[in-house]
T-cell receptor
Framework: GEDVEQSLFLSVREGDSSVINCTYTDSSSTYLYWYKQEPGAGLQLLTYIFSNMDMKQDQRLTVLLNKKDKHLSLRIADTQTGDSAIYFCAELNYGGATNKLIFGTGTLLAVQP | SQTIHQWPATLVQPVGSPLSLECTVEGTSNPNLYWYRQAAGRGLQLLFYSVGIGQISSEVPQNLSASRPQDRQFILSSKKLLLSDSGFYLC???????????FGAGSRLTVL
């Protein structure tokens, strides 16, 4: 079955690094994603990683993938108050007529000034 | 460029009333379309998806239904709303060969 789990809440101080963790169960997932949701808004794709990669860096964002442990993390360097949002991890699932994204519960990141 | 629209943005409905949420995509053809629900304190749950006109797949049994009357239109409906239908409903699309979903701004439904 498919299941994606995240911790519900993370609080950091402005300027510190944030690390948001995610575990997934579908070992056949080829793509894993991080989406950001600001209050009252839809989801915005932040980044995604292909399963043959261990790491992907994009400016302040670093994604680490441990395929053996089925663990994905998102590190935000120099966290700003504007980074306060809910962060969703998702895996690509190939079941059914089309590819589907299965999302975790989301991690609320609170950045303290 | 492609854009996705959802409406209404906010809806307050009494228990037992009908529901219709609409989603349209512009700038593409034959998109894969999805309805997700985000309940308070919970993650995103996939409700329905569609790979073409009139083709609807349901992920979970529930009080809701979906329809795709036109290529770029996806509608979420209910004949009689329940309190538990309250939540934030998100429409999303992708090209049939792509692996990245693009989301609409969402529709917040409160059932009283």
């Amino acid at each position: 079955g498919e299941d994606v789990e995240q911790s519900l809440f993370l609080s950091v101080r402005e300027g510190d690094s944030s690390v948001i963790n995610c575990t997934y169960t579908d070992s056949s997932s080829t793509y894993l994603y991080w989406y950001k949701q600001e209050p009252g808004a839809g989801l915005q794709l932040l980044t995604y990683i292909f399963s043959n990669m261990d790491m992907k860096q994009d400016q302040r964002l670093t994604v680490l993938l441990n395929k053996k442990d089925k663990h994905l993390s998102l590190r935000i360097a120099d966290t700003q108050t504007g980074d306060s949002a809910i962060y969703f991890c998702a895996e690509l699932n190939y079941g059914g007529a089309t590819n589907k994204l299965i999302f975790g519960t989301g991690t609320l990141l609170a950045v303290q000034p | 460029s492609q854009t996705i629209h959802q409406w209404p943005a906010t809806l307050v409905q009494p228990v037992g009333s009908p529901l219709s949420l609409e989603c349209t995509v512009e700038g593409t053809s034959n998109p894969n379309l999805y309805w997700y629900r985000q309940a308070a304190g919970r993650g995103l749950q996939l409700l329905f998806y569609s790979v073409g006109i009139g083709q609807i797949s349901s992920e979970v049994p529930q009080n809701l239904s979906a329809s795709r009357p036109q290529d770029r239109q996806f509608i979420l409906s209910s004949k009689k709303l329940l309190l538990s239908d309250s939540g934030f409903y998100l429409c999303a699309w992708k090209s049939s060969g792509a692996n990245v979903l693009t989301f609409g701004a969402g529709s917040r439904l409160t059932v009283l």
